[in-house]
């Protein structure tokens, strides 16, 4: 199968390297110019690297303009496979192939449409990750389903150990759905858009704790937030810390949201919402990391007890 693949950093990597494993042609690569992108720290890795080390075209851009398609369209791809794109892509462009264009999200659709799904999977509670083969569509992740694959998440699991796991889906869920597409008979499932959960992409006002979310909520926010993620952060006499690891206090605490109370288990106790009925748990802070980039445990950081805050003030 004659294939042009649209990617950037690992995701775009990963999709790659599995066509080319699988044995299709990849007619051309087309990815964004290189990032300095921190946030995406380990995840950088360079699909135009990659692609040139196979001999593969590689088109530079940033987004889909008329050069784009035309080189697509000269390249006669059988479709189009698509993972870690940041633009739009037209109609003129998806629907060009016969069998259109592929898209791979890294969520269980129609549950965790748009950005960061797995990030928001472990912090909204779900019980697991998944990747999703859709045909691309007018709108952002609603397309037809032809493949998912699942994983669950455990009890101590990061964001970033499950991004790597959901990477590792990849070349297992693409030979599925080519495969499907080369037998001439694939299986297109509609999504339940009343089922469809939207997700915005996140911002460092994201990573702030809101001291009246419950223990539990807070602990995933932490470990979903790990390296090279932007860390969960909070105020403590004036400055600003960051929760680099946490966990839910064994018993249950009474007092004011953002007070530091007690210490247990090698941490410091923060009480949650509604602490002056004594039912909650509370959150332990075990590590954090102040802006000189020291880390400290946290029973010896919040020794003198107060308060944890919104802002610095």
Do not use: C
Not at 77 to 93: A, C, F, G, K, Q
Not at 181 to 193: A, H, I, V
Request: net charge negative.
């Amino acid at each position: 199968m004659r294939i042009v693949s649209f990617g950037f950093q690992t995701w775009g990597v990963k999709t790659l390297q599995a066509l080319v494993d699988l044995g299709h042609d990849v007619a051309l690569a087309v990815t964004h110019p290189a990032s300095d992108d921190s946030y995406k720290g380990i995840f950088s890795d360079s699909v135009e690297e990659l692609a040139r080390s196979y001999g593969i075209p590689v088109h530079l851009t940033e987004r889909v303009d008329n050069a784009t398609i035309d080189l697509v369209r000269r390249a006669e791809p059988d479709v189009i496979v698509v993972n870690s794109w940041y633009t739009w892509m037209p109609p003129e462009l998806y629907n060009l192939p016969p069998h259109g264009t592929l898209n791979l999200h890294d969520s269980l659709l129609p549950k965790g449409t748009g950005f960061s799904p797995v990030i928001w999977s472990l912090i909204s509670g779900q019980s697991q990750i998944g990747l999703t083969v859709h045909r691309m569509d007018e709108n952002l992740d609603t397309g037809d389903v032809l493949v998912q694959h699942s994983l669950p998440i455990g009890p101590r699991d990061t964001g970033t150990e499950l991004v790597e796991r959901g990477i590792d889906l990849i070349p297992g869920a693409l030979k599925e759905a080519l495969s499907a597409l080369e037998s001439g008979n694939p299986q297109w499932r509609p999504q339940d858009r009343a089922a469809r959960t939207y997700f915005h992409k996140r911002s460092e006002r994201d990573s702030l704790i809101d001291w009246n979310w419950p223990a539990e909520d807070l602990e995933r926010l932490v470990r979903a937030l790990s390296a090279p993620y932007p860390p969960a952060y909070t105020h403590y006499r004036g400055e600003r810390i960051e929760v680099l690891e946490a966990k839910v206090s064994e018993i249950r605490y009474g007092g004011t949201p953002g007070r530091v109370i007690v210490q247990e288990g090698g941490g410091a106790v923060v009480s949650g919402p509604a602490a002056y009925r004594g039912g909650n748990l509370g959150l332990v802070i075990t590590r954090v990391r102040t802006a000189d980039g020291a880390e400290h445990s946290g029973d010896k950081f919040f020794r003198r007890g107060g308060y944890l805050t919104a802002t610095a003030s």
